[in-house]
């Protein structure tokens, strides 16, 4: 049996939004830039301004307030270099978590190398931002300040609608962006409701095809373009745009199921239930009140064991997982997310994410338990650590 649990890395595309992209592989293959010169161009455009309608529909925008992008990663560079950039006059303070992703804490750090100065706010066991020291960073200086509507390796729910309303009452002008490319479609999410001024999309989550993104920028935002090479986009990238994931994208949106959520909830409950009724020595990494985490993400540290070697192992038996383990990085460390977190090294190095998708079923999980007892099992045995 080979079980797919990666699915906070990339979904399974789904069938109808394979179906859906065809059309613009072989009929609808013209630019919308070629709008004003034929009619294929503006049938495209359509295609185009209704997937936006739909996205927009879908988190409580305006049309004209989505951009579309490559995916998350450059709609969180957009994001964040394009509002410092055009608000520097403003002041060159900025204000982030320790846990973001890379998109979020690679531009920033590049920022600083530029002159901005940079506030890492700490989080606490469960991954949660710390609001009182966020309220302290904040200052008059402070242009904008990001934090990820959930985490995607321990699967905490940030509580998005509070960290705006203390940035707001510290600093009216500064901007708050939020990555939600973990989040949307999973989670019910609407900027009006939030009150973010920016965020970060990606299809690939929602079993959309790679390679798409879009950015919500609320109505009188200023933003620097960071890509030239073209008008496209409201004039805020430059590039052809991606219009199969485009329309992909818009269809992954239109065909999500809260049903489907709730399945894979259920299923993922009924995992960790299995595994800690057989496994001993579990910790569990993110939040315990599971209200509060991702409905498909399970993070946990097998003590006695590295995550490398169970995720090697796992793959030989066909289970697809993720370690927070340090030969899984570039820099040989442990997972920053969980060392932020206030862990130890060994429990990062033993940390296995299992993330779910509404492909999954109950049979799965009863394989991938059997599987991981077998697993566990072996290496504690052969563990200088203990455990046997």
Not at 160 to 177: C, Y
Request: charged content about 25%; proline content about 4%; glycine content about 8%.
């Amino acid at each position: 049996m080979n079980v797919y649990l990666d699915n906070a890395s990339s979904t399974r595309v789904d069938e109808r939004v394979v179906e859906a992209m065809l059309g613009t592989f072989y009929e609808d293959i013209a630019l919308p830039t070629s709008e004003f010169v034929h009619t294929p161009g503006q049938r495209v455009k359509e295609l185009v301004e209704e997937s936006r309608k739909k996205i927009a529909d879908f988190v409580g925008a305006e049309p004209s307030e989505i951009v579309f992008t490559s995916g998350g990663t450059e709609a969180t560079n957009l994001a964040i270099k394009g509002v410092v950039f055009a608000m520097a006059k403003n002041g060159k303070h900025i204000v982030t978590t320790a846990v973001e992703g890379r998109a979020v804490l690679d531009s920033v750090r590049k920022l600083e190398k530029w002159g901005f100065k940079v506030d890492i706010v700490p989080v606490d066991r469960y991954g949660f931002v710390n609001l009182e020291a966020l309220e302290k960073a904040i200052s008059k200086e402070t242009i904008l300040v990001s934090v990820q509507m959930v985490n995607d390796e321990v699967g905490t729910i940030q509580p998005l609608e509070e960290v705006v309303k203390i940035v707001k009452s510290k600093n009216p002008n500064t901007v708050v962006h939020t990555d939600a490319t973990y989040g949307i479609g999973w989670l019910p999410f609407n900027v009006k409701n939030l009150g973010v001024d920016l965020a970060s999309f990606t299809a690939h989550k929602i079993h959309g095809p790679k390679g798409v993104g879009a950015l919500y920028i609320r109505k009188g935002i200023a933003i620097e373009k960071q890509m030239d090479g073209g008008y496209a986009e409201f004039n805020l990238r430059g590039g052809t745009p991606n219009i199969p994931g485009i329309v992909g994208f818009a269809k992954a949106i239109e065909i999500l199921d809260w049903n489907d959520v709730e399945k894979v909830r259920k299923l993922r409950d009924y995992l960790y239930e299995m595994i800690i009724s057989k496994i001993p020595e579990v910790i569990l990494l993110g939040p315990s009140d599971f209200t509060k985490r991702h409905p498909a993400n399970l993070n946990l540290s097998f003590k006695y064991v590295e995550g490398e070697s169970v995720v090697l192992y796992m793959d030989m038996k066909g289970v697809a997982v993720i370690s927070g383990s340090a030969c899984f990085s570039r820099g040989l460390e442990p997972s920053y997310v969980i060392m932020a977190m206030g862990h130890t090294h060994e429990d990062a190095h033993g940390s296995i994410r299992f993330s779910l998708s509404k492909y999954n079923t109950k049979e799965e999980m009863d394989y991938t338990v059997s599987v991981l007892e077998e697993v566990i099992k072996q290496l504690r045995e052969l563990s200088p650590l203990g455990g046997n």
